[in-house]
């Protein structure tokens, strides 16, 4: 294969690779959901919601905060000290797992968006 | 945006850990996976496997250069560092990592292409080898050793294998040792052939940046087809490297040049990589480190998500070509000035450290003797990826056991 040939491949593949991520890149990220659509048949999937943190309560090594859209749903963060300000409103991501017949969010992420 | 500026981090930390001998994208990435939840609150999570997809990607193109150039290969590029060195000792040291670029390139596009067909019959091959994996694995062992001519050559195959597979079990559950791959693979396939390249009195000629070496379209056409299919293999098995679907395709192809050779294990190192994310998406399974650590952050991938890191490939791939070609030109120019004995004991320098500051004593331990389990196979005239049974053996006793 000359080298030529090979840049031009190259080149192309550049292009058709820019133009496939712009076209992607709005498809891709995490969707946001309705904490009222969350079920228990979302159980080991990601998802992102966002909502005010209604309550939260600290324990030996795990934090639970419950997130209020219209409706409620647990968040569980496997660290010792969570702090927010009241009635922040939080941006959560995890994955939904059961719990006494619900679903709650096993969270990775926590961001409070204001 | 960020997307594009997560594609070109990850490109400059390929060409670091492609070019660094003993530095892995494994490590990177496991790195990234420590302050990924911090990274997470200001990233989406497909940001930052974009970032280790372009880095791989980045690394498996570039990892030809110093297993070309430098004799000092990871354990992917085993298989190059004669052939290469071969065409380095008579001035082709472009030529030949031309060879691995053309292969790496041109198998990302056929695996590219062929994904609606290739995610139902890995699903389907999973499902009938799965229950018998472990004996596959046996099979793939005895197989390599096989592979060696002569009773002698056999036994010293079988003995490096079981010895590094021993050693692959006592490092991988030796309790508190850190980055215990980094210092195993570093010593049997990095430091051991710096070491052999010392001794051997290597005298590099002057480089030429030519295009001498053409192959031709139907040849060209067979070995990238192999590569993707060997390749393609490394994918779906567990423990098995590019180093052994080398042989497998070397097999499957015949009889073939040195130059072909290395086109056939370019494309394998790329497709592998490849190929293990069509496995992280169709059957949620990581083949290899940097693909676990992609499923740490993500769990699963839904099928955009799969079509856009396979268009962050073709991008990266694209960018590669020109980057690696740039690079070995410089390289070609760069070691007729450069004391080749000074440059490989600097390396050897810098690696050890880096395995004591990552590892700690117990890894500069490791790494000291699988270096001189490294040294063994060229003494005694056998293949060093018989060196893999690190990998291999451990996961077929898991297997099997």
């Not at chain 2, 085993?78 to 670029?101: C, I």
């Not at chain 2, 046996?138 to 002569?150: D, K, T, W």
């Not at chain 2, 710096?194 to 295009?211: A, C, W």
Request: one cysteine or more.
């Amino acid at each position: 294969m000359r080298e030529k040939l090979l840049y031009k491949l190259a080149l192309i593949c550049v292009v058709v690779g820019i133009v496939g991520l712009l076209f992607l890149s709005s498809k891709v990220e995490t969707d946001k959901i309705d904490i009222s659509r969350i079920t228990l048949a979302d159980v080991e999937n990601d998802v992102k919601i966002e909502g005010r943190a209604a309550a939260v309560r600290n324990y030996a090594g795990v934090s639970m905060i419950d997130v209020v859209q219209e409706e409620k749903i647990k968040v569980v963060m496997f660290v010792d000290n969570v702090t927010l300000p009241e009635g922040a409103f939080i941006e959560v991501y995890g994955k939904v797992e059961e719990y006494k017949g619900k679903p709650e969010i096993i969270a990775d992420v926590i961001k409070v968006k204001r | 945006m960020i997307l594009f500026i997560a594609i070109l981090i990850g490109i400059c930390f390929g060409i670091f850990t492609g070019l660094v001998p003993g530095v892995h994208i494994n490590l990177v990435a496991v790195g990234l996976l420590s302050v990924s939840g911090f990274l997470m609150t200001y990233f989406d999570p497909v940001v930052l496997v974009v970032f280790i997809i372009a880095m791989s990607v980045t690394h498996t193109f570039l990892d030809a250069l110093p297993a070309i150039f430098l004799g000092a290969p990871d354990a992917d590029q085993v298989l190059n560092v004669l052939p290469g060195h071969r065409l380095l000792l008579q001035g082709q040291g472009y030529e030949a990592v031309k060879l691995t670029v053309v292969g790496s390139f041109l198998c990302i596009l056929v695996t590219v292409v062929s994904i609606p067909v290739l995610i139902p019959i890995s699903i389907g091959i999973y499902s009938l080898v799965n229950p018998v994996m472990g004996w596959i694995l046996l099979f793939v062992s005895v197989f390599m050793i096989l592979q060696e001519r002569g009773i002698e050559r056999r036994i010293w195959a079988l003995a490096i294998y079981l010895i590094a597979g021993i050693l692959g079990v006592i490092t991988f559950t030796m309790p508190g040792l850190k980055h215990s791959l980094v210092a195993l693979l570093s010593g049997l396939f990095g430091i051991s052939t710096l070491i052999v390249s010392l001794y051997d009195n290597v005298n590099v000629p002057k480089q030429e940046v030519t295009e001498k070496i053409v192959l031709s379209r139907k040849e060209l056409a067979k070995i990238i087809f192999v590569g993707t299919i060997a390749g393609g293999i490394t994918g779906l098995f567990p423990g098995i490297g590019a180093a052994q679907a080398g042989i497998m395709g070397g097999q499957l192809v015949g009889k073939i040049k040195d130059y072909s050779y290395l086109v056939l294990n370019g494309g394998i190192n790329t497709v592998n990589f490849m190929f293990s994310i069509v496995t992280l998406y169709s059957l949620e399974k990581a083949r290899n480190g940097a693909v676990l650590v992609i499923m740490e952050i993500m769990d699963t991938i839904s099928y955009y998500q799969l079509w856009l890191f396979l268009f962050v490939a073709v991008l990266v791939s694209g960018i590669c070509v020109f980057l690696t070609l740039y690079i070995a030109r410089w390289f070609s120019h760069l070691i007729n000035y450069v004391n080749y004995k000074i440059l490989c004991f600097s390396i050897i320098v810098f690696v050890s450290g880096f395995v004591f500051v990552l590892s700690g004593w117990k890894g500069f331990l490791i790494m000291t003797v699988s270096t001189a389990l490294g040294i063994l196979p060229p003494y005694v005239n056998v293949r060093r990826n018989h060196c893999m049974g690190c990998l291999l053996l451990p996961v077929t006793l898991f297997f099997l056991v």
